[in-house]
């Protein structure tokens, strides 16, 4: 046991990260020592609202954001739902029109059906081959009535960066609102809020080396979101709920840390990412890379391997123990093949032998070699046994 954990090589650093040690050392005197309510008003817990204001400061600086438009939340999917009901709610007397993408979240494409249900309209845009959403098809699709566009910045599957400063351009020279999914890439490529024009963003802790269920909605200045929690005073009333103290803290210096190591950990990423996407295209024929080739997050690496079960793939690859994963946590157990992988147009059948390998600055390239050796011998043990396989082989 002791010797696979040792060996364990892990590759799935976009359905949760490791907390980074200066983190968890930043949050554990908010257990222990200072663990005051931060909204009393006795000198003890001064030191916690301290925290949490330099909190504030560390997830807004990030973004180009001011410590008053955060707010914290439980994670990514509570900062979607919020960001998005509380606007069809606000707005509804202006239109109930929103527009998103194919390729969501499920946090943003339920919410969005939930809201179908109440009576909006929602239009989910179509993307091109690489993931992209176009601008054209984004003006094309604004109505009068629009009153939220929600684009993601990077998609969790397949890696694909999307050009969020044009289409937040488009949004507000139409005087509509913009939100932002950011959960992948905030803390992993640069975003100003400013200069991309976002009015709203979600971010999460445990994606960027923090810890799980927190996260933040960022939310412009001027903007009158209603609440998400009904109670007390906290987050100036829009979040009710005794703050999470250490969790807030650990955001705060996970997105710190994050935005000092940025630049060298995408750099370091981007080769070690090329380095494993050259291999696998170069050693295991009928693959093909998923999302766009260079407009991709830095640690994402997603291919379809033709004629096998990426479920086969997964548990195969974690008896080598490598984790990697066949698209999104809350896909993978279910039959259905991924949306987004279906999005880009790849048939069915194709869209079943996908792979996520998701890189984090700790991988090595032995690493990478041991699993692009894994993966060959993998691949090939299952095409063998594959009559799809045995069809096609003939036919040639
Ligand atoms: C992980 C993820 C979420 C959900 O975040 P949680 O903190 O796990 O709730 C939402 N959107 C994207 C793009 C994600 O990758």
């Not at 488009?170 to 490529?189: C, M, N, P, R, S």
Request: net charge negative; with cysteine.
């Amino acid at each position: 046991m002791e010797e696979k954990e040792n060996r364990r090589i892990y590759l799935d650093n976009a359905a949760t990260t490791r907390v980074r040690e200066e983190v968890l050392q930043e949050m554990l005197p908010y257990f222990r020592d200072n663990y005051a309510n931060p909204s009393a008003i006795y000198t003890f817990a001064g030191e916690a609202k301290k925290a949490v204001g330099k909190a504030r400061e560390q997830a807004a600086a990030l973004i180009g954001a001011k410590p008053n438009e955060i707010y914290f939340t439980a994670g990514g999917s509570e900062s979607d739902n919020w960001a998005i009901r509380a606007t069809a709610e606000g707005l509804a007397d202006k239109g109930r029109h929103i527009i998103t993408s194919k390729i969501e979240h499920h946090a943003i494409l339920h919410t969005c059906e939930y809201l179908e249900r109440q009576g909006y309209e929602v239009t989910y845009l179509d993307v091109d081959a690489e993931g992209k959403v176009a601008p054209e098809a984004l003006q094309r699709a604004i109505r009068p009535d629009t009153i939220l566009i929600s684009i993601m910045a990077a998609n969790n599957e397949i890696g694909t960066i999307e050009p969020i400063e044009t289409l937040g351009q488009i949004a507000h020279e139409k005087g509509i609102l913009f939100h932002t999914d950011a959960v992948q890439a905030y803390g992993h490529i640069p975003i100003n809020v400013e200069e991309m024009h976002i009015d709203l963003l979600s971010a999460s802790g445990h994606k960027l080396n923090g810890p799980k269920g927190v996260g933040i909605l960022y939310c412009r200045e001027n903007l009158r979101l209603g609440p998400l929690i009904h109670g007390g005073a906290q987050e100036r009333g829009r979040r009710a709920g005794t703050l999470n103290v250490p969790g807030i803290v650990g955001f705060g210096k996970a997105a710190a840390l994050s935005g000092e190591t940025m630049q060298e950990r995408m750099e370091r990423e981007t080769a070690l990412r090329d380095y494993l996407i050259d291999r696998v295209l170069a050693e295991i024929p009928y693959t093909r890379l998923n999302g766009h080739r260079q407009d991709r997050l830095s640690n994402n690496a997603n291919f379809c391997f033709r004629f096998i079960e990426g479920e086969s793939l997964l548990i195969l690859l974690d008896q080598k123990g490598i984790c990697g994963s066949s698209g999104s946590a809350c896909t993978s157990g279910a039959l259905d093949p991924s949306h987004v992988l279906l999005a880009i147009g790849l048939p069915h059948e194709i869209a079943h032998g996908s792979l996520r390998l998701t890189l984090s600055e700790e991988n090595t390239r032995e690493e990478i070699d041991r699993t692009v050796e894994a993966l060959k011998e993998i691949v090939g043990r299952l095409r063998d046994m594959s009559p799809l396989y045995e069809d096609f082989v003939k036919r040639q």
